[in-house]
């Protein structure tokens, strides 16, 4: 029966040294194929978070969600072209919490980057963009003025024509190059009604121009030559590439599907984040050192499975952080060390139990079974009401800081009732001394029992 | 045993610093932070030397930002402001810069919307976490129902629950008054996380007078039988709160500073709750034993 335990004790020994040996490797190791680095926030990592009120008042109930998801595909297209590596876009839908005035909100997140205020600036801009038909006569009418640049521009504006083609019609724009000539050019791609309204525009207005224009000022004023029948088009012209990049840019932004409004900024710059990371890497060691002496110098030969049974909760809670992932936060990591604490005072509760029975004359066998047997109601309860906070404070928690502190908060409970009690217990029947003798009683007892609190 | 004998002393002790603590919430009042009342932060960093305060605020002037600097590290200030969209914000910047090359550590800004949404979100699951606790400790205890009901079980544990949250609270006004401490969703997080462990470690104790309960099958008196309890868990209750009191101290100290007012909270709160679940929550069930033994009297 010994055996057996000592043979599970080293089992689990042993497959924790792999855990930690491979959340150590995984995470020095960038290159190897295994590498799983911690996921860590935008207060960790530096970064930029952004919340949007997305305006729905004028928009039909049953189509919210369509026109939400409509706005976060324009979001994350525009935000794509910052170059941004890993950005998230998600919508976070109305509940029963949710104000009257913030009912869907779109949050933006912009990993390593910090300072992109224009950038920032842009993704709310609701740039409108439309096609204007300027007819030949006018044009040659125009040229005959002789008017400088500035008039010319006026002129222009006052005898477009509007087409009804607009940025909603378009479903692509693409920066192309020229096969014989090698100059950038602007590719267009309208959806089915642009494509028809397009046809029907161009085939009315071979030889005039067709002025592309963005927030009211023209960009391009390309000359039809020709019916365009499949729904494309190329704008080419004295372009660079970088125009002609910004252009396209501009193309795809297109309008929004419904106005935003920011209503929240966070950002973080790395260095701050690395010193809040160093500084929790710190602590988490040296609240472990602290707590390791403590429990050894309190309670002996159980201190040292207490603290080797920590040091199996903390590797797995390490897995847990990469596999899952979890995204660890200033909070989390907080959360972390608290629950630290916490997976500690189930060992205590056990062993406190222990030295009572063996104070009542049992054996130290029978002091243990009834340690861990006793003890597990209160365990089992006082956990329930952890457990419960921390699911209240995850699923409502008002902050993404709330539910990533929740969220390690409760994995750990979980885990550490694992620990505590498994771990724990085959550690100790496997280490206990086997006879009830002095050295027995010493190793698992403590100096301080005597003490009489009860008078 | 001693904690039964002289239970009014601890009472009143409790008494006092929920007394003092609602006191310096109504002289003083809390201190909301932008996560709550909406608003702006910047904290800047010059890479040679910050820029004398008056000069900096003398130029903010324009923006009409209603701010408040504070000098922060060697070379550095943190700004608080009304809330700015992101135009203010590049013109901020640039002025900002106009005193010298500087980098921006942090920029939070949070709409009045969303701060009141967060405010009442922190309120609400403060409510539903003492809700659920109430109706877990009834379900737990259901099998005892002599001398005390199990429901008034969960009744004292919420007045344990209580003075736990008031205490750090009250400790908040008052730094908030000197200090410029501010209340934000981490501190309602961590006023959380106080009275998760105040129900944790007042469960222990109930637990055990709910197991020496069911082994006296009445031929102890009740105080008798909790004076027990209280013994029997002393060490425990001691042990585990200063185990966690190590870890929050750590991380008080070297944790940084972004979870620093944090593991404050949760350091006042857990001696508040230590000192609750042995002196307060358990004599608690023989002061109500007595109140209903007098009436029965009468």
């Known amino acids: ?82 170059g941004v590596s890993e950005p998230i876009v998600q919508i976070e839908h109305s509940n029963i919490f949710s104000s009257k005035g913030a009912e869907e909100k779109l949050i933006v997140e912009l990993p390593g980057v910090t300072n992109i205020d224009e950038a920032i600036k842009s993704i709310g801009e609701t740039p409108f963009l439309d096609f204007r038909i300027l007819t030949s006569e006018d044009m040659t009418a125009l040229e005959a003025k002789n008017l400088s640049d500035e008039e010319r521009t006026a002129e222009i504006k006052n005898l477009l024509k509007d087409t009804g083609i607009t940025g909603r019609m378009l479903s692509k724009a693409q920066l192309i190059f020229n096969q014989t000539t090698n100059e950038p050019a602007v590719s267009l791609v309208f959806n089915k009604e642009g494509k028809d309204l397009f046809a029907k525009v161009t085939k009315e207005n071979i030889g005039n121009i067709i002025g592309i224009f963005l927030d009211d000022q023209p960009i391009s004023l390309p000359v039809v030559r020709d019916q365009i029948l499949d729904g494309k088009a190329e704008i080419t012209g004295s372009f660079d590439v970088k125009t002609a990049q910004e252009l396209v840019r501009n193309l795809n932004y297109g309008a929004l599907p419904v106005p935003i409004e920011l209503i929240s900024t966070q950002s973080v710059g790395a260095s701050l984040g690395h010193n809040a990371v160093n500084g929790g890497i710190k602590a988490g060691i040296l609240s472990i050192i602290v707590i390791a002496i403590f429990l050894i110098i309190w309670y002996r030969l159980p201190g040292i499975v207490a603290v080797i049974s920590l040091g199996v909760y903390t590797a797995i809670m390490l897995l847990l952080f990469k596999l899952i992932p979890v995204t660890l936060t200033a909070a989390g990591i907080a959360g972390f060390i608290l629950s630290i604490g916490m997976a500690v005072d189930a060992n205590i509760l056990i062993f406190e139990r222990m030295k009572e029975e063996l104070r009542r004359g049992r054996g130290i066998w029978d002091a243990m079974h009834e340690g861990f047997a006793r003890a597990w109601l209160s365990i089992r309860d006082s956990n329930t009401s952890s457990i419960i906070t921390g699911a209240i404070l995850y699923f409502f928690g008002s902050t993404s800081i709330v539910t990533g502190f929740a969220l390690v908060f409760l994995i750990g409970v979980i885990v550490s009732m694992f620990t505590a009690i498994t771990a724990s217990r085959i550690f100790l029947y496997a280490l206990a001394p086997k006879d009830t003798n002095r050295m027995g009683r010493f190793l698992v007892s403590n100096g301080f029992t005597r003490i009489n609190i009860n008078k | 045993m001693f904690v039964v004998k002289y239970r009014k002393i601890f009472y009143t002790i409790s008494t006092l610093l929920i007394i003092g603590s609602f006191i310096a919430m109504a002289i003083w009042g809390l201190n909301p932070g932008i996560d709550f009342k909406g608003g702006s932060i910047i904290e800047i960093e010059y890479s040679e030397s910050r820029p004398v305060q008056a000069d900096l605020t003398s130029s903010l002037l324009p923006l009409a930002l209603r701010e408040s600097v504070r000098p922060t590290g060697d070379t550095g200030y943190i700004i608080r402001m009304r809330n700015i969209n992101q135009d203010e914000k590049i013109q901020l910047n640039s002025i900002l810069s106009s005193f010298g090359t500087s980098t921006e550590k942090r920029f939070d800004s949070i709409g009045p919307v969303l701060g009141s949404e967060a405010l009442r979100k922190s309120i609400v699951s403060i409510i539903l976490v003492i809700l659920a606790i109430v109706l877990f400790i009834a379900f737990a205890f259901r099998h005892v129902s002599e001398p005390v009901k199990s429901w008034k079980y969960g009744l004292i544990a919420i007045v344990a629950l209580m003075h736990d949250v008031l205490i750090p609270t009250g400790v908040f006004a008052v730094l908030g008054h000197f200090k410029g401490y501010e209340i934000d969703t981490l501190f309602v997080t961590a006023l959380l996380v ?10 222990v104790v109930f637990d055990r007078v709910r197991e020496n309960l069911k082994n006296a099958e009445g031929r102890k008196p009740f105080d008798l039988i909790v004076g027990e309890s209280i013994s029997q868990t002393f060490i425990r209750s001691i042990n585990t709160s200063l185990t966690t009191l190590f870890a929050l101290l750590v991380l008080y100290f070297i944790g940084g500073e972004s979870t620093q007012h944090f593991s404050l909270v949760l350091i006042i709160g857990i001696i508040a709750g230590t000192y609750s679940s042995i002196f307060l929550g358990s004599p608690l069930l023989i002061t109500v034993w007595k109140w209903q033994d007098g009436r029965g009297k009468k």
């Not at chain 1, 055996?3 to 190791?29: C, D, H, P, Q, W």
């Not at chain 1, 207060?43 to 189509?63: C, F, M, P, Q």
Request: aromatic letters at 10%; glycine letters at 6%; hydrophobic letters at 45%.
């Open chain 1, 1 to 82: 029966m010994i055996l057996k335990t000592r043979i599970i004790a080293v089992f689990i020994l042993i497959a924790s040294l792999l855990i930690g040996y491979f959340n150590y490797y995984s995470e020095v190791n960038m290159d190897s194929s295994i590498a799983k680095p911690f996921k860590l926030g935008l207060d960790l990592n530096g970064g930029t978070h952004l919340v949007y009120r997305a305006d729905l008042s004028k928009i039909d109930k049953s189509e919210v969600n369509d026109s939400m998801n409509a706005l976060r595909d324009v979001i994350e297209k525009r935000v794509n072209i910052f």
């Open chain 2, 194 to 203: 106080v009275l998760g462990f105040s129900v944790h470690d007042t469960i």
